[in-house]
């Protein structure tokens, strides 16, 4: 049986959300109700820092998400 390899990149807003949302919603809160929280503010309209963040593939499939938010502070 062939390894598998994880690949961690930054994510994409467009090509993975809808994976980080549902990633994100199994992980932490009550699923169907986080989901929408992230769509709504949370995650797509948030400071959320799409570049700077990472995720981590494995087969295909988006097992692990190291999330970064920009917040102004003076």
Not at 26 to 39: A, I, P, S
Not at 48 to 72: E, K
Request: some cysteine.
């Amino acid at each position: 049986m062939a390894k598998s390899q994880l690949t961690v990149i930054s994510p994409d807003p467009i090509e993975h959300a809808h994976q980080l949302i549902d990633l994100c919603a199994k992980t932490f809160g009550r699923f169907y109700d986080f989901r929408r929280d992230l769509r709504d503010w949370y995650l797509l309209n948030s400071h959320y820092d799409w570049q700077a963040s990472s995720v981590g593939f494995l087969d295909g499939m988006m097992v692990t998400h190291f999330g970064v938010w920009g917040y102004d502070m003076r």
